[in-house]
Each structure stands twice: as structure tokens, then as C-alpha cells.
């Protein structure tokens, strides 16, 4: 309906996306201007991915102009711009509740709207998923037109590649790869591919005479030449493509290259859009698109880095708006700066340390190790599972590499864990951050299994700290244990412990008994730790003596400590912010079963379900993980024992 007064006449009065098939290029101009502006006014309010977004308006409405996606099919990759597309299907009114508990998603999902066709929030699936989906239209012999949008840092993939490799060799026709290059990941873009793609940005000129001089080359007749001047001739073929053809690596891969275009200049991008589905009945083609990240908000283009995800924000005065907290009281530093911090504290002393990050330089903290020792500092790109092997291979030859990867996307390089580190007992450190329930981003980032998949692996040793006090001992632990190793941690503040100097290594597999008790032995890892300590407080009150362990390793874990205790209680509660199935509990079940010990148990961790995207406490709760919950729970179970 179009109000009057409305801000955004023309996008309120869109009825369906497929009116914009219809536009004028002044619609379409006047379109993406009030998605811009709708985008801008609504993430201030809520925060969410916010400069990926602004880089995105103009080609989703060239999209929307060309295709009809009920029918077509496209996956934008990792889902962090895709709030255009929301914006234009439907969902502009449910922004208010952008990354809230059951409000809309910040990536794609299937459930959430028809013209979602593949979920996502990690980084390059989309060409893979959309092959596949290519490849179903063509099995099932129907015709749309299916299309993957990725931005030039998970274009950095193997994944990546692996599938324009399947896409070229399959020479799928009606199948688009449009590389959404605004020379930014989340920090700025690192590695050769981006170079490249650079070059073809600066090589425009060449490009303008690429048909003309294509056309040119073709028109040599061949035939009557003789061997030599014959094999010139192709030479001379070649070296004039290589010279003129910009994107070649993709043309040798079996992709028609087209580009670059103005990605902010919706009809230029329209009419690219329209020449690339002319071009696309042949074979595949990829459509490098060129943006801005940030692009119609001053400071977002000025600082992408810092506007890639946000919080609420003033947007006339370009503030993020910061949470009110306590001026006598200085905030706890988070688990990142802490682990940041010590890497550098340990690094200075041993300079066979190196770090090791896949493009999360700032969100895990090594951009702290990059400022101190840049020459042992690794960005390797949306690359997890090289790191991994990359790492193994510093190893091998003496050096002591830490790996910085979130809990969630370790699990890409799992079997490089397994394979490479693991089965040859090479001491690379994982430090994995954002472990247990992440919040707004939702069951794709929750970093929930990693003690799950890592505890059944050969070898390594698997450790939460209680406090940021503690993670800096597992990591110093972690780097001189000779093993491969893991520390997770969870996203956001530590508990405000003094920070002990000089750092002192913990005895491998030993936990700590933190409190004695008779009635329920509470035996916590990581972050649940500090909440039982809470919950024996306040259980006590109500005349149930507890016992709590601090179990501090996973693996191996102090079979002796916890099954000595577990016989002095007449219970058990284990804790951990982590899946139940596999988990800690596990590990602790099956110690007490292999020791013919077994007593009446409660497993307080993530059921074997998704969690969903909201505030962390809330969902705590929700998980009967939160301080509410837990008491109830444990006050039922201690009354059935
Ligand atoms: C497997 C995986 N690793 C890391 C991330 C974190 N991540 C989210 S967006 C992003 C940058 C992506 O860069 P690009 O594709 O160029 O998109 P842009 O942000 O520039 O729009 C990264 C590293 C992820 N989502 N998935
Ligand atoms: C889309 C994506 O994967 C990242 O942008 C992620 O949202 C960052 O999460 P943090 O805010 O926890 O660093
Ligand atoms: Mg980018």
C-alpha cells in the first residue's frame, strides 16, 4: 500500500517482486535509492550485516528485473547481503525484527520465504549448491535459469573453484556465476586471486577492443599456411587473448567471462544482466560485478571493516551506538583480545610460534599477532581446511603453528584435522572461538559440536577455560604439549579475573575440584563452570551440598577426580555449553560406565535439536542452560534421587 507519506513510495507499493520485470531504468534508479534507504534507516535500529548489504541494492534489482525468481533459482553466498532480496520478497515489513528471537533471519533460509532456495551464513556453497540445482532442471528436463552470487573473499574457496572445475567441464548452459568483487572479506581481501582480479579492474581499456580484436584473430585463414607460420599464427592467438581477454583463468576454466560492470550503476548492471542471459544459452558464464562495501553511506565506505556487522547505530551521526555499561566498572576484555594478547605475550618469547587465521583476522584476534610479528602472521582466505593442512606443515618442520578459527567453521577442515594433524600427531594448536550459542546469527554459527567432532579423534587434547585467566594457560599448555590441541572459548566478554603473570602451562588432563559437597557432584567445563559455582551457592542456600569440578579437559579427561567424586555424591550433573549428543557428558558417562560406576545422571547440555537466532541468554534458557533453568532442573532431579 503507498502511504503518502512514505519514505519509500515505490517499494511500498510493490506488490510482488515480478512488477519489477516491468520498470523503467528511472524505477529502477528510484527503486534501489529507497531500498538503500529503508536498508540504512532499519539496520540502525536493529544492527546486523550492514556494508555487504549497501554493495548489494543495485544488482538484486537488476536481478529482480530480469528474473522471476519463483521460477529461476538463486543463492546468494554466506546470506550476509542478501537483505535487498528479503527487502524486495515480501519481508520489508518483519525488519524490525531482524536477528531477533523468532523474527527474520540475517542469512537465507528455506523456510523462511519461497524465494529462498538454499540456506546458508558459511561461506562459498552457493556456485556448488547451484550446479546442483542446474544440473536437477536439467535431469528433470525443465528450464529456468539458475544463478550464484559470490563476493570475491569466498570466491578465495577450494570450494569455490571445485565447483566451477564441475561447471565448466559440464558446460552447463542457463547457469550464471556472478563474482560480486568489492576488493573487501570481512578485512581486506588477501591472496593472488585478488590480485588478479585487480588487474582485470585496471584493464578496462583492453577490454573495450577484446570483440573487435577477437573477431580479428578468428578472421586469419589457417589453412593455407604452412606448419610454421600456422603455429605462429595460434601462438600469436593466444598471446593476444592472454593480452586482451581479461577473466581468462575463468575462460579457461569453460566459463564465458563478462566484465567488469559498474555493480552501482543498476542499468548498467540491468543491461550486462541482459547480455549475460543471451550468453548463457551457450555455456556457463560469469559476470564479474564490481562494488563499493558500504557504498551510499559515507562511513560504512570509509571503514567496511567496521560496518560489516553492527550493532543499533546513529545513522545521521554515523555512531554505533555502544551499551550502557557501569563507568566504575570497566567492562571484562572479551576472550578474543585476551587470546590475541597472550599469543603476542608468547610469541615474543618463542619465535617459532606462528598464527594462522582464515579470513578472520579481527573476530579472532590475531590482528593483534599481525601488528607485532606481520612475517608470523597468516591470513590464508576463506580457506579453513588449507589452514588446517597449512598448518600441520609448519609442524612437520619444527615450527609451533596456532590455529585461530570460530568453533563453526572449524568443522569445514575436519577431515584435515583428523587426516593431517591428528592421525600424525603433528602439535598444532586450534584455538576456536565463538564456541556455544553465538546469538543473532543463528544455528549456522552456533559454535555447538566442535567437542563432539573433535573428541573422537586420535591424539589430540581437548580443553575449555573457565575464565580468561585460564584460556591464557590452556594456550600456552596447548603450544608446548607436543600434541595437537584444542582450546574453545565462547564469543563475548571473560568474567574479569586478574590475568596471571609470567603464564604458567596446566598438567595435562588434571581438573580441579573447586568445591566440596556430598548431595550432587556439579561437574562443569568452560564456560558453565562460573554458573555451577552460582548454582552450588544458591542450592546450598536450599540445604543441597554440592561438589563442583572444574573438568578443564575434555580430553583426556581426570577420569580419576570425576569418578572419585561421583561416588562420594548421590548424583551427578554434568554442564557444558555444547551439544549433548557426543559432548562432554558423554565422555564423562562413559568414564563412569567403564569404570562399572554409573549413578544417577542429568545432562545439562544443547539438546539434539537447532538452536535458533536470538539473545544468547534467552536462548540459554531456552536450552534449560541459563541460571534459571539449571536451578529448577537440578532441584527436580536431586528430589527424584
Ligand atoms: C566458511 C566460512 N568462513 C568464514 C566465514 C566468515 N565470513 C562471513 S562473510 C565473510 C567475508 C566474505 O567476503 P565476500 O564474499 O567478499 O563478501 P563481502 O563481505 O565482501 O560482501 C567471512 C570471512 C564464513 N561465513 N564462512
Ligand atoms: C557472516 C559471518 O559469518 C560473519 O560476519 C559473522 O557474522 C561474524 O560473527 P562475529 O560477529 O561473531 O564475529
Ligand atoms: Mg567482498
Not at 527487502?87 to 523474527?103: E, S, V
Not at 596471571?500 to 596446566?506: F, K
Amino acid at each position: 500500500m503507498t502511504t503518502p507519506s512514505s519514505p519509500y513510495p515505490l517499494l511500498d507499493s510493490l506488490a510482488a517482486p515480478q512488477q519489477i520485470r516491468h520498470f523503467t531504468p528511472a524505477q529502477l534508479e528510484q527503486l534501489a535509492a529507497e531500498v538503500r534507504a529503508f536498508l540504512i534507516a532499519s539496520v540502525s535500529e536493529t544492527g546486523g550485516h550492514f556494508s555487504s548489504n549497501l554493495g548489494t541494492v543495485e544488482l538484486t534489482v537488476a536481478l529482480f528485473h530480469h528474473f522471476d525468481f519463483l521460477q529461476d533459482r538463486i543463492v546468494w553466498d554466506v546470506g550476509h547481503q542478501s537483505y535487498p532480496h528479503k527487502i524486495l520478497t515480501g519481508r520489508k515489513d518483519r525488519f524490525p525484527t531482524l536477528r531477533m528471537h523468532n523474527g527474520l533471519s540475517g542469512f537465507l533460509k528455506r523456510d523462511e520465504s519461497p524465494y529462498d532456495h538454499f540456506g546458508a551464513g558459511h561461506a562459498s556453497t552457493s556456485i556448488s549448491a547451484v550446479l546442483g540445482m542446474a544440473t536437477a532442471r536439467d535431469l528433470q528436463k525443465q528450464d529456468h535459469t539458475c544463478i550464484a552470487v559470490i563476493g570475491d573473499g569466498s570466491m578465495t574457496a577450494g570450494m569455490a573453484f571445485e565447483a566451477l572445475n564441475q561447471a565448466g567441464y559440464l558446460e552447463t548452459k542457463n547457469f550464471l556465476v556472478i563474482l560480486n568483487d568489492n576488493d573487501m572479506s570481512i578485512n581486506p581481501n588477501v591472496g593472488s586471486l585478488q590480485g588478479y582480479l585487480n588487474q582485470i579492474m585496471s584493464g578496462q581499456y583492453y577490454h573495450r577492443w577484446r570483440d573487435r580484436i577477437e573477431h580479428a584473430i578468428k578472421a586469419i585463414p589457417l589453412e593455407g599456411l604452412s606448419k610454421g607460420v600456422a603455429k605462429a599464427a595460434k601462438w600469436s592467438e593466444e598471446s593476444f587473448k592472454r593480452l586482451m581477454v581479461p577473466g581468462l583463468l575463468f575462460e579457461d576454466l569453460g566459463f564465458r567471462y563478462m566484465g567488469p560492470v559498474n555493480g552501482h550503476d543498476v542499468n548498467a548492471t540491468s543491461k550486462a544482466l541482459a547480455e549475460a542471459k543471451e550468453k548463457m544459452k551457450d555455456g556457463p558464464v560469469l559476470l564479474h560485478v564490481q562494488t563499493k562495501k558500504g557504498y551510499g553511506y559515507e562511513p560504512a565506505v570509509q571503514d567496511p571493516l567496521k560496518w560489516h556487522g553492527v550493532t543499533a547505530f546513529d545513522a545521521e551521526a554515523g555512531e554505533i551506538i555502544k551499551a550502557a555499561s557501569d563507568p566504575t566498572k570497566p567492562a571484562p576484555p572479551s576472550y578474543t583480545s585476551v587470546f590475541g594478547k597472550t599469543l603476542v605475550e608468547l610469541a615474543k618469547t618463542d619465535e617459532k610460534i606462528v598464527g594462522i587465521t582464515a579470513a578472520m583476522l579481527d573476530g579472532t584476534g590475531l590482528n593483534i599477532l599481525q601488528k607485532a610479528f606481520p612475517e608470523r602472521c597468516f591470513d590464508v582466505g576463506i580457506a579453513e581446511q588449507h589452514a588446517v593442512t597449512f598448518a600441520a606443515g609448519l609442524a612437520a618442520q619444527g615450527m609451533r603453528p596456532v590455529c585461530a578459527i570460530y568453533s563453526t567453521f572449524l568443522q569445514r577442515g575436519f577431515d584435515q584435522v583428523a587426516h593431517d594433524v591428528c592421525i600424525q600427531d603433528l602439535p598444532v594448536t586450534f584455538a576456536l572461538d565463538r564456541a556455544g550459542i553465538v546469538g543473532a546469527d543463528g544455528p549456522t554459527h552456533h559454535g555447538l559440536y566442535d567437542l563432539a567432532y573433535l573428541r573422537c579423534l586420535p591424539n589430540i587434547i581437548l580443553m575449555a577455560p573457565k575464565d580468561e585467566n585460564e584460556l591464557r594457560q590452556m594456550l600456552m599448555t596447548s603450544i608446548y604439549c607436543g600434541h595437537p590441541a584444542a582450546l574453545r572459548y565462547p564469543r563475548g566478554n571473560g568474567l574479569g579475573v586478574p590475568l596471571e603473570t609470567p603464564i604458567t602451562a596446566l598438567p595435562i588432563g588434571k581438573g580441579e575440584l573447586l568445591r566440596e559437597g556430598d548431595g550432587l557432584l556439579l561437574c562443569a567445563v568452560g564456560a558453565m563452570v562460573a554458573p555451577a559455582m552460582a548454582l552450588a551457592e544458591s542450592l546450598q542456600e536450599e540445604g543441597l551440598s554440592c561438589a563442583v569440578i572444574n573438568a578443564r579437559y575434555i580430553k583426556p579427561l581426570d577420569d580419576a577426580l570425576i569418578r572419585e567424586w561421583a561416588g562420594r555424591c548421590k548424583g551427578l550433573v554434568t554442564l557444558e555449553e555444547g551439544c549433548a549428543p557426543g559432548g562432554f557428558s558423554s565422555a564423562v558417562a562413559e568414564s563412569l560406565a567403564d569404570a562399572g560406576l554409573l549413578r544417577p545422571m542429568l545432562r545439562c547440555a544443547v539438546p539434539d535439536h537447532l538452536v535458533h537466532h536470538g539473545d544468547p541468554k534467552r536462548l540459554l534458557e531456552e536450552e534449560g542452560l541459563g541460571p534459571k533453568s539449571l536451578f529448577r532442573r537440578i532441584q527436580a532431579f536431586a528430589s527424584q534421587i
